[in-house]
């Protein structure tokens, strides 16, 4: 089974970077795909970023297009944030799900079997 553990939030000025992990261990994530949801105070879970297995399919949100960049490297996968804004303040989760059957990666929640514990994100002077 996998298990995920995400690595890397804080607090960062806005305009500011940062890169969150999330490594896997208990098994390999060459056939799975992962996704970054984040979830703020009050508000539900958005699926911000994914990769399929393959690497053939990503996706961004259109509120991050441009500023943050999805890449896997063996059994992590990275999330790369740019210019970022106080909006992008939220707790920030990795997810796993086997993807084979899938054509493009996806960012439902449910679509997902397995879930790090968050890494907090704050944006903020």
Known sequence: QVQLVESG??????????????AASGGSLDYYGVAWFRQAPGK???GVS?????????????????????SRDKNTVYLR????????????????????????CKVKPYEYDYWGQGTQVTVSS
């Not at 297995?53 to 500023?67: I, L």
């Open 81 to 104: 944030m740019n210019d970022l804004k106080p909006e992008d303040t939220a707790v920030y989760y990795c997810a796993a799900v086997s993807d084979l059957s899938w054509y493009n």
């Open 50 to 70: 994914c990769t399929h297995s393959s690497g053939s399919s990503t996706y961004y949100a259109d509120s991050v297009k441009g500023r943050f960049t999805i």
């Open 9 to 22: 939030g804080g607090l960062v000025q806005p305009g500011g970077s940062l890169r969150l992990s999330c």
């Open 44 to 46: 539900e879970r958005e």
